[in-house]
């Protein structure tokens, strides 16, 4: 039986790619133009229809453009709307590419505990450090985001303080509503056909989300209207 891995490679271009993981897809080094983009093409493609392999399948589209160079210029927003996913996730996941070779990833590890690690350090020991205190310890996603944070936080001279738990429920919600917000890209075919019942019946489910942005956007307009201090003192 063929593992997960091995079904997604089945319906990619075996053309330029050398190794692939769950973790990663190492490409090869003289890899043409028109090959690459249509792998990055496919990859995109098939992040938008498989499921349970979003993981695997980001950090796939993270090596392919971390391996463009100024080739992929303007090529992310197109890649995020092609696969139904975060602009800002395909840049951090080249980034954490860009910073940790597939060679260098830790099976044992998942892309998400890669993705703390790798947006947080750029210097490769201290990345591989870190990835080497997640296995050993056993440290889930969560707990080596705050161990993390901590430790960036010390080195900047701004030790923890108790603000830094409502700074971690903060990202944890941002994190949730851009989920969100990619599952509402992704079935947007259907939403955008609803009846005018449909639509009433998911405002009222919607209605704490719709505070939210309501409250959000005064918030953001308040500050967007605020006179600056030279105006005020004119």
Not at 136 to 148: G, M, Q
Not at 150 to 156: I, Q, S
Not at 158 to 167: K, L, M, V
Not at 173 to 182: I, K, T, Y
Request: overall charge positive.
């Amino acid at each position: 039986m063929r593992t997960e891995v091995q079904q997604l490679l089945a319906v990619l271009p075996p053309t330029g790619i050398d190794r692939a993981t769950r973790l990663g897809l190492a490409l090869s080094p003289k890899m043409e133009t028109e090959a690459w983009r249509h792998l990055v093409s496919r990859v995109a493609s098939l992040a938008r229809t498989a499921t349970g392999a979003r993981q695997t399948l980001t950090a796939w589209l993270g090596d392919a453009l971390a391996y463009s160079g100024a080739r992929g210029r303007g090529l992310i927003t197109e890649c995020a709307e092609a696969a139904g996913f975060d602009a800002g996730t395909l840049r951090n996941a080249k980034m954490v590419c860009a910073r940790i070779p597939v060679s260098c990833r830790h099976d044992a590890l998942s892309w998400t505990h890669h993705c703390e690690v790798g947006l947080a350090f750029a210097d490769p020991s201290e990345i591989e450090r870190w990835l080497a205190i997640a296995e050993k310890e056993r440290l889930s996603t969560s707990a080596l985001r705050v161990r993390v944070r901590a430790h960036v936080a010390t080195l900047r001279g701004n030790p923890r303080t108790e603000a830094d738990g409502a700074s971690i429920a903060a990202f944890r919600l941002m994190r949730e509503l851009r989920a969100v917000g990619r599952s509402l890209v992704r079935e947007r075919h259907q939403w955008q056909q609803w009846s005018p019942t449909a639509a009433q019946l998911a405002l009222q489910e919607l209605r704490p989300l719709t505070d939210f942005i309501d409250a959000v956007r005064n918030r953001a307009l308040r500050r967007s209207t605020k006179p600056s201090r030279d105006l005020e003192a004119n």
